[in-house]
């Protein structure tokens, strides 16, 4: 008797929302819809907090299919995704996409969320073909070739996702869209490189900064390829290029630039370039190689001064151990009270993250081209502040 009693408590409360749906489409011109999606979803909440799943399902697989219930199907179908159960949206969206009934301007709409069904669920190749049917889609085109990128992506097919998103580009010239492009190409100039093959990926990272002259990543990567050519100073000049294009990556940048100087004995040499870098980017890593480039051109003491004053203007605990360390020991500090604090400082250090999505938060110990979480190109960057950069 209570089952019987809940099935038609349920039927009344979504027979009561679909004719207040009615009723606000005809009552006036700015009444709510019922094929509007949100609001059909706030009428359908009190349904999910109140009924089981269960019931919900099998009301929605007996209810007709016209323009006027598809919004509830969809809604329905788009509760179980995001809950986590995949199977139930599949079944929702699959009878739905096969009755006969179904509005022909409601078929993209259907598909697409049944492709985001197959792909939540990890059934890539069969999201890949529905993705696939609505790239000619006037209405879920661009959101279909989104998610075949994606796709792309997570299966490391670099090369379809670099055709996906450079036929995309044509239709919508975005910067977002032209770096994401840029950055799949650096993936296919990174994997040439891995065989060996310069001329190729010398060829792909130039197309890469014609996609996007801001692309840091190719930069690096040029960097490297002169490297392996022996071409030392158009290493440098492709790496003091990253200061222009995203200083955020000026201490990946700094890094490499030192390591090459150290190998060439002229870290003193880049003193008046790390200088001016400093005044317009400053950063800790940047400090840092200009105090050891001080150091070797004008002695220890020089160098101690300069990352004092530095120090008083823009702390960060990297610059004072490296003080620490190169002091000895600063006024009523022993030599043993000195290594002390480096150790406590190290341990401090060892345990933060180093990078930081800027889009979404993610933090971790490595950089990530591609942010893990948020799936966007040139997010994480170097943390800044007194415990990073």
Known sequence: MDTVLHWLLLVVAVAAGWFMGRWGRHDGAGGPRMDDEEAVRDRLQFLFTNYS???????????????????????VGAHFRLKGETERAIVIHQNLLARPELPTRYSPQVTYELAMDYMTAGLLDRAESLFHQLLGSRDYSRQAADQLIELY?????????????????????????KKRLAYLTCELAEDALRQDDRWGAQKLVKDALEQDKTCVRASFLQADIHRRQGNL??????????????????????????????????????????????????????????????ERSNGRLAA?????????????????????????????????????VSRMGQMLLS?????????????????HWLCPSCKRWEKVQPIQGVEAE
Request: charged share 30%; aromatic share 6%.
């Open 153 to 177: 992506q997570q299966e490391r097919e670099w090369d379809k996702a670099r055709q996906v998103a450079s036929t995309l580009t044509v239709g919508y010239p975005e910067d977002e869209l």
């Open 351 to 367: 345990n933060r993250p180093i990078y930081r999505c800027i889009n979404c938060g993610f933090e971790g110990r490595q950089l």
């Open 304 to 340: 101690i001064n300069l990352l004092r004053e530095e120090l008083e203007i823009r702390p960060s605990l990297k610059g004072l151990l490296r003080l620490v360390e190169m002091a000895g020991y600063e006024k009523g500090m022993t030599t043993d009270e000195g290594r002390l």
């Open 233 to 294: 100073s158009e290493v440098s000049q492709s790496l003091f290029r990253v200061f222009d294009q995203n200083p955020s990556f000026g201490p990946e940048a700094i890094d490499r630039l030192m390591k090459q100087a150290r190998e060439k004995g002229d870290v003193a040499r880049l003193g008046r370039r790390l200088r001016k870098l400093y005044e317009s980017w400053p950063s800790t890593s940047l400090l840092l190689a200009l105090v050891e480039s001080v």
């Open 53 to 75: 799943d269960e019931a919900i399902e099998n009301f929605v697989q007996s209810l007709a299919v016209n323009r006027e219930t598809v919004s509830l199907h969809l809604s």
